[in-house]
Structure formats: structure tokens, C-alpha cells
């Protein structure tokens, strides 16, 4: 039979395999308890949306649109009408589809949270791929700065949760869009009298979407972005006042902020408050977490008018920068390992560990791995490997009376003593707590 060869995944994707998976696991839990201690809710939205939702949403002039996007047709409509489907590369736009979809906001604002894959077409590379994953926040029908800063404060919560310190805050103020139209003509005309010094995204951008050539990473054009008119020296009193509110309530919580009067994010549905929380430790794949005030998307998307603020963090990044920083997420093991000798009678072993894990108890049993089974030595090596601070060993002597020697692995210098199966509820908790044996 001539070799076949081996399938492998698709470029600028992951799998995700123990103990990575693991580790991803105790991310998702330490944030889904601090969104719950916040008072976010958890939301889940279709990986794949219309094209439109986000060629409206995002900005037809972005990168994501117009570059980054799998698009296709989907021609399984029985009329034989196209209609153009997109895997979602961000997920704020999907969330608003669904708080204006099912009428959400009826009653008023909406704290949620979403976890998932997103997908762009990238170049890969280490924190930037074709499958990514985003944890993100979004405060719907809430207007005050004082929700911009709790979802700040929710994310450095997070960070320290995790044990995460190198990171720092940069905040700007996007303003609104009389403001930003203002602005727009200044950063035009500046331009304009620096066009030859522009580079093909700059120029394509010039009049279609000038604000995001100061996003440039270019470093040829930092020099030209660095001399542009600030879009913070075009704000109104109120749009002031806002950003002030924000910067107050993020000192008194002690939350270091610079102001950064370049940041203008990738997107363009932003306006107020954007930040980004950024690390040295990446490399150019730097930002962990951003996100804004987004106060007229869920109108552009069909809803009735509604202020909305949100972040997303990038998954793979933040479990690299936890890596980088030695912040080593607890192993999961399992309480005992079941060792069960050639010939034992595996119905009342397996009613055991079944009584036991009702109780609430995590056991890892020995099974065979090929055609001879394995000796105490190694079924004993096996569960030290395992982590488990007990062994359960199941041997003839002790199924005869009706019972099984617990045996301490960890603690206790090898203690150990027989314990009746008929009982096993009532020993089950000292599995569950480390209690030491004996007695």
C-alpha cells in the first residue's frame, strides 16, 4: 500500500492540545469570573454573519473590509438569489446584529460578554493569525464616562487576576462627529501640502478615510503623522468634560494612563473614549486589549439610536504575554488514579470510581495501552505522573474483603490504609481535600 500523506491544518490556524488546553481553560474561568463580577453576561453570537453587517459597521475603507475578510458566496438560497456571507473577523458588530435583532435594549442597557474564534486573512505570524480568538466586553444603552472607566478597570482587574504586570494604559478622545469633521478638513489640508511625502495607504486613505493614516505603521510616515493637527485640540466642552470624568475615576482606583493623541484604533465606528492596553513583551504585536466608545453603530447597524463602549482582548496574545512573564497557570490533575491490576473485576471497580465521582471527586483510571497489561511498577509510575495526590489500588486482596487501599502519593510519606467500598461517600471528601490518611 503506497503512504498517504498526512493532512495538516491550514495555515495561520492552532490546535489547541493538553496541557495548552488547560491552561486556556483556567483563562476562560478567572474571566468569566471577574465579568461576573462586574455584572456581565455572557452572549453568543453566529461565527458567520452577512458581508454587509460589517462593510456597514466596521467602515468599507479598513483594512478588515477590505483586505482581511473570508467572503464567499453562499448560493443556497432556493430562489437562486446570492447572498454574500463573511467569517467574522471582530465580534462588537455581531453582538449589536443581536441586541438590534432581538430587541435587547427594551428595558434598558445590557451588560455583556462574548468568547470565541474571529478570522482574518493575515500574514502569520507569532500573536497575529488566520483563526484567532477575542474575549471582549460591551456596555450597551449606557451614555456616562463612568462605564468607559469600569470596563478599564474591569480589564486591569483581569490583569491582575492573572497575574499580568507589564502593561501600561493609553487613552485618547475621539470626540463626535461634528468634531471629527472639523478635524477631518485639518488633517486633509495638512496632508494635501505633504502628498508627495505620503505612501499608497496614505494616499488612497487621503479623502476617503484620513484619520487612519495616523495609524500608519509606516516608519517612514512618522515623521509627517507626528506633525498632524491632534484631533484633542478640536473637542468641545462636553466631549471634554467626558474624557475628564474618565481620566478622574481611573486616578482615584490608581490606574496608570498616558494620553496617546495618535491612538484612533483600527475601526471606524469609534467615537469619545478609545484605549488600548499595550506590552513591551510582544514585540510589534504589542496591544492586548482595546476597545472604546461606539455610541452610533447600533443605529448604522438598523436599532434605534443607542450609546454602547466595549473592549476585546486578543487571546493568543495575553496566553504568550502569561508565558512571557512566567505567570504559569495551576496544572489540572486529578484527586486519585486508579490502579487496577490484570484480572481485577472491573464492574465493581468501575462502580467505585463512578460512586466517587458523583461525590464530586476527579479520578484518572489506568487502562491498558497495548496487548499486555501493566504491572504495579508501572501503573504506580503512571499515577505519579499524573499529578493525583492519591492512589486507589484495587488489588485482589482488597476486592476480596470488599475494599481498596488509599494511598498517599504526594504527602505523608507513602501512608496508606484499606477503606470499605460500601462507604466510599463518606472517605469521597478527604480525596476532594488532601486530608492525610491514617485514621
Known sequence: MSKVNPITAVKGTN?????????????????????????????????LEQTQLFVRGLGEVTDVVEKEMYTFEDRSDKHGDAASLSLRPENTAGMVRAVVEHNVLYDGGKRLYYMG???????????????????????????GPEVDAELILLAAHLWRELGIRDWRLELNCLGEPDERREHRAALVAYFEQHASELDADATRRL????LRILDSKNPEMQRLVDGAPILLDFLGETSKRHFDVVQAILRANDVAFTINPRLVRGLDYYNLTVF????ERLGSQGTICGGGRYDYLIEEIGGKPAPAVGWALGVERVMALLQEEGAVPPESVPDAFAVVPEGADLAVVMRC?????????TIQMYAAEGARPAN????FKKADASGARYALVFGSDELAAGEVTLKALRDGGGAQERLPLAQSGKWAVRLKSGASTGG
Not at 488600548?276 to 506590552?279: A, D, L, P, R, S
Open 353 to 361: 470510581l463512578q460512586q466517587l465521582r458523583a461525590a464530586g471527586v
Open 276 to 279: 488600548e492596553f499595550v506590552t
Open 117 to 143: 474564534p474571529m478570522f482574518r486573512r493575515e500574514r502569520p505570524q507569532r500573536g497575529r493569525y488566520r483563526q484567532f480568538h477575542q474575549i471582549g466586553a460591551e456596555a450597551l444603552g449606557f451614555s
Open 207 to 210: 479623502h476617503t478615510n484620513p
Open 376 to 379: 504495579f511498577k508501572r501503573q
Open 15 to 47: 490546535d489547541l492540545l493538553p496541557p495548552q488546553s488547560g491552561h486556556w481553560q483556567w483563562f476562560e474561568a478567572v474571566v468569566r469570573t471577574a465579568m461576573a463580577a462586574y455584572g456581565y453576561r455572557n452572549a453568543r453570537t453566529p461565527i
